[in-house]
């Protein structure tokens, strides 16, 4: 579902490359970790993903295509593909949170019919059952982060990426953002999440990835937050 294949990517002027050399093959439905220090590189393997950074060198291949020969108009249909979670929620705090969810999929051109029946089924699935009227100042960080979470699945992505989604929740929260993850990927959903919350990390128990000064140290099936034999 993804592929990075000898990917580098030095930003101009800086002198060593955010990644180096980096091979990675993610299958469909797989749930993946991206560890490693600040500054490994992790947030640049999410953007190159996106397209919203070309590499260097190497090639980066999405649902089979490698997405920097794509033409500038069909940037917009990767983009699709794939639902994008954050740290700070993103939310648009004067829409309401099924207007939050069902602005995702206005944007995509989504018919009124397919708004009004994904919305509220979305909502159920993150757990937002009955707030769909409120606004996002009114919930706690934990369903802020649900409501994006709905919004990023709502068109039901192939792949969703979630880049410390965890990082502003205390950790009996955060499990229950984990959980909610983890159903997703059951879906088939293929999960890459970036990560500095090692409790979260131990606990899942999936395929670690870990880098560092933009180099793959580890890639272990199963894996902990540290390496572990
Ligand atoms: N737009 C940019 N221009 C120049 N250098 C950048 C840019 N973005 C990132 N870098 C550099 O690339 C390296 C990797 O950064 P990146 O943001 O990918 O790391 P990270 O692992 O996501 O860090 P964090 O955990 O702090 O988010 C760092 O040295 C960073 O300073």
Redesign the pocket.
Known sequence: MIRFEKVT?T????G?P??DDVTVDVEKGEFIFLV????????????LVLRE?RPTSGRVYVAGKEINRLAGWKVPGLRRRIGTVFQDFRLLPNKTVSENVAFALQVIGGSRSQIAELVPETLELVGLDGKGDRFPDELSGGEQQRVAIARAFVNRPQILIA??PTGNLDPGTSVGIMKLLDRINRTGTTVVM?T?DAGIVDQMRKRVVE?EG?VVVRDQAQGAYGFQS
């Not at 490693?36 to 953007?47: A, W, Y």
Request: glycine letters at 18%; zero cysteines.
């Open positions: 990517k930003y101009p002027g800086q060593h955010a990644l490693g220090t600040s500054g490994s590189g992790k947030s640049t393997f999410l953007r950074a880049d410390e970036a500095h880098l933009g």
